[in-house]
């Protein structure tokens, strides 16, 4: 006899459940001040967190734990040399150990992959767990994050201002240097990962029954132990022209040093030869990368009181800063071989060419002929920086009000943009050659590579009304109406039409249309002339509250199937033949956007859908606070604080199902936290 199938509880979901995120903190800071004379300070500050989180996974064997320690010190003199030049020196340590969702329980876990007859994967106990299996259209098994990355960083700070008023001019010099020590572990899919699209069959599951993949990939863990200094010196002038005109004059030169390992263990792929370098060897520097030496950072700016006036005030600033290349990058001279070994295949679009029972092979020898070896790959860039320009008109109110009118804008420049370097040409439809032989560098499988040459552009109108302390209350709400741009999110749109630049740019996925903020700070009236028993039940209460409300994030649909059989690791477009959007008002969880928008593009074609280009569902919350304050003496205060995140328990949905194959595709599945309340006592002396 056969069991009845488990009905559906939900539309297309049958296991449905609530899953938990326990955070466990331990924090305390301690600090002292001495006041060695009239024109000498020193103090010091020690500061420790110990953070462990875990997360559950309605699969089983699908938690993560992301443990987070780090203990900072610092030591700061003040040294006051005259009335008008004060210097301040000042250093630092600062120690960070993180398991970025690592699975859960690892070290305790069993050697998944060699269960299931896996060969040449993980060899780190850290990073132990079940082999990840995508099912298109269901929900994936295993430990789906897939990666391991274990980080550990010592940053050695050293700092110096200098403050000197001369006239109108108030100017300030300064400078840092950092010495930085990582220790990384670091795999991308170190347990295996196995696709199964529905290519062979038509349905994901009986592709799986059948043992024939679309796509998989699996490889070993590194460690690393790297090091590199950072420094930057700036200079500063406030010039008060006249007593309704200041200037800002500023230029800062800023150096981040590529890193260098303690062993030699990175490399880079050189795109003329197809031959890996090796840090150290054959001329090559330990850096693997060159040096970026050319960070200069103007800064301008103005404040101008219009006639004089104390209620009207007019400010503009432009300048540049510069951002430093994402830790992840830095670490991909290392993800290569013959350090660290990855292999990835992509089957046969006609035929399934992938025998599961042979993964993953013994590879020996100089590893620029290993075959299907996957590379991440960091090419010489310069430094990413953003030019950012204001202008804003405030005006002073009655009644100790203060309103604002800004505008903000921003150019980014050499961000990062992960693309496949390794993928093929569209090929003919005539044209008989496997995958692999249509590859710029067919011994490679994909090419993770970190191009620096992603833009982006902001522009937005934020209007705010403040009240200042006074009577108890302070409150603030503000309005902004913005637009952001760009042509990669640090990787979040993850889909390319495989042509640079081509469809990738729009929306950014932190682009908010419309959104409004409002907080309130009310220290309540009541008691404050009794005294006794009834002063310390009804004096002492404050309430607190931050109200927000904004528009949906954009997102976008996209196919899990390679229709243009040309290889690429990231999901692809497909045909777009209308808006996509519903009328405001008609999306519902089961059917949030037009799925009939979208369709699959034909075989070794490109999809035309592009990026970002729907609305995912607003966001509201309001939380809230209710404390009282227990004076003892006058120096010592008792607070207890009752707080309620999400008070009113909104249902904050997520974005839906964007996957074209999916059964659930404009579904909606799940939402944001829920109401959360906590009680604390606090004591400050």
């Known amino acids: 006899m ?10 297309a979901f049958n296991r449905i459940t609530t899953t938990r995120f326990t955070e466990d903190d331990t924090k305390y800071s301690v600090r002292g001040d001495w006041n060695v004379s009239e024109k000498d300070k020193i103090f010091g500050r020690f500061s420790y967190w110990n953070s462990g989180q875990l997360q559950t996974s309605v699969i089983p064997f699908n938690g993560t734990e992301s443990p987070y320690h780090t203990r900072n010190a610092v030591l700061s003199w003040t040294r006051v040399i005259s009335p008008n030049l004060v210097n301040e020196a000042r ?52 430990f789906t994050f897939q990666n ?30 950092v010495r930085n020590q990582y220790r990384d572990i670091a795999g991308f899919t170190p347990t295996a990962s196995l696709q199964y699209t529905g290519q062979f069959s038509g349905n994901s599951f009986a592709d799986f029954l059948l043992g024939d993949p679309f796509v998989v990939s699996g490889g070993k863990t590194g460690t690393w132990y790297r090091f590199g200094i950072d420094y930057d010196l700036y200079a500063n002038d406030n010039f008060k022209v006249t007593k309704n005109l200041t200037l800002n004059f500023g230029l800062r030169y800023q150096y981040i040093s590529p890193l260098t390992d303690k062993f030699d263990i990175q490399g880079t792929l050189d795109f003329k030869t197809g031959k890996i370098l090796v840090a150290g060897k054959n001329g090559e520097p330990r850096t693997v990368i060159q040096k970026d030496r050319n960070d200069f950072a103007p800064r301008f700016g103005f404040a101008w009181a219009p006639g004089g006036s104390q209620k009207w005030s007019v400010r503009s600033s432009y300048g540049i800063f510069y951002d430093r290349i994402p830790g992840n990058e830095l670490l ?23 025998d599961v029972s042979s993964l993953f092979p013994t590879l020996s020898g100089d590893p620029n002929n290993f075959k299907d070896v996957f590379l991440f790959n960091l090419s010489d860039r310069r430094s990413p920086y953003v030019q950012q320009w204001t202008f804003s008109v405030q005006r002073t109110l009655g009644s100790q009000f203060f309103a604002e009118a800004a505008y903000i804008g921003s150019k980014g420049t050499k961000f990062s943009k992960r693309v496949d370097s390794n993928v093929a040409p569209l090929p003919a439809l005539d044209d008989p050659r496997p995958l692999q032989e249509r590859r710029p560098f067919p011994q490679y499988s994909f090419i993770l590579d970190d191009r620096g040459f992603s833009n982006s552009s902001y522009n937005g109108l934020l209007l705010s009304l403040r009240k ?44 908010i249309k419309f959104r409004f903020v409002y907080n309130v700070n009310y220290e309540l009236p009541f008691g404050k002339n009794l005294k006794g028993v009834p002063r310390q039940v009804i004096h002492g209460w ?23 059989d040309t290889g690429a690791i990231f999901n692809h477009y497909p045909n777009r033949t209308c808006n996509g959007n519903l009328p405001r008002g008609q999306g519902t969880r089961e059917k949030w956007f037009d799925t009939s928008c979208f369709s699959l593009p034909a075989f070794r074609t490109y999809g035309d859908a592009g990026v970002q280009y729907l609305d995912g569902p607003g966001y509201r919350n309001v939380d809230f606070s209710l404390n009282k304050n227990f004076p003892i003496g006058e120096q010592k205060q008792i607070q207890f604080r009752s707080e309620y995140f999400n008070l009113f328990n909104f249902v904050n949905r997520n974005k839906p199902d ?8 404009g579904v909606i599945s799940g939402a944001g936290s829920a109401r959360v309340i906590q009680f604390g006592l606090k004591f400050n002396w």
């Open 2 to 11: 056969v069991p009845a199938p488990t009905p559906l509880t939900d539309g």
């Open 468 to 511: 200042v302390y006074s009577h108890g209350l302070i409150t603030q709400g503000s309005f902004t109406w913005s637009k952001s741009l760009d042509n990669d999110s640090y990787d979040g749109k993850a889909t390319r039409n495989y042509r640079l630049t081509d469809l990738d740019r729009g929306r950014s996925i932190h682009d």
């Open 91 to 142: 250093v630092g340590l600062n120690r960070a150990f993180l398991n970025t969702a690592t699975p859960e329980n690892a070290a305790g876990n069993p050697d998944w992959p060699t269960i299931f007859g896996l060969k040449n994967l993980n060899d780190n106990p850290l990073c132990n767990g079940p082999t990840s299996i995508s099912l298109e259209g269901y929900s994936s098994l295993g």
């Open 542 to 564: 404050e309430v607190n509250s931050i109200v927000t409300w904004q528009s949906g994030a954009p997102f976008h649909a996209y196919t899990f199937a390679d229709p243009s």
């Open 148 to 177: 391991c990355i274990i980080t550990g960083n010592n940053n050695y700070h050293f700092v110096d201002n200098l403050a000197y008023n001369r006239g109108r001019h108030s100017l300030s010099f300064g400078g840092q240097f």
């Open 332 to 354: 991909w001279t290392g993800l290569i071989p013959p350090f660290v070994t990855g292999q990835a295949f992509v089957s046969d679009q006609k035929r399934p060419t992938i």
């Open 658 to 665: 964007g996957g074209l194959e999916s059964p659930t595709f």
